[in-house]
């Protein structure tokens, strides 16, 4: 069966970074675009950023351009997200997404990020 399974979560201050990943099995990886989704309480899930089925282009949300980099592995099945220079407002559940388009398809059981000092 499909699996998205994220890590790399957790507290980490103001200005700091984290790199969670997601590793996926059931599904050929290389056939499908992968994004990163956030989620804060009350509010929809938001995209943080996807990238193409090869790799050669992503796209951001607006408040994370410059700081936050998507990329993946294909011989792990793996997609990473490097947030640098993180700030309160970053705080959220974290989602893995596969599909054909950002936002449809498969998900992850999410991964919480928390921002503070």
């Known amino acids: 069966q499909v699996q998205l399974v994220e890590s790399g979560g957790g507290l980490v201050q103001p200005g700091g970074s984290l790199r969670p990943s997601c590793t996926a099995s059931?599904?050929?990886?290389?056939?499908?675009?992968m994004s990163w989704y956030r989620q804060t309480p009350g509010k929809e899930r938001a995209l943080v950023a996807a990238?193409?089925?090869?790799?050669?282009?992503?796209i951001y949300g607006d408040s994370m351009k410059g700081r936050f980099t998507i990329s993946r592995d294909s011989a792990k099945n793996t997609v990473y997200l490097q947030m640098n220079s993180l700030k309160p407002e970053d705080t959220a559940v974290y989602y893995c997404?596969?599909?054909?388009?950002?936002?449809?398809?498969?998900w992850g059981q999410g991964t919480q990020v928390t921002v503070s000092s």
């Open positions: 997404n596969a599909g054909t388009v950002p936002g449809l398809g498969w």
């Open positions: 990238i193409t089925r090869g790799g050669g282009r992503a």
């Open positions: 059931g599904f050929t990886f290389s056939s499908y675009a």
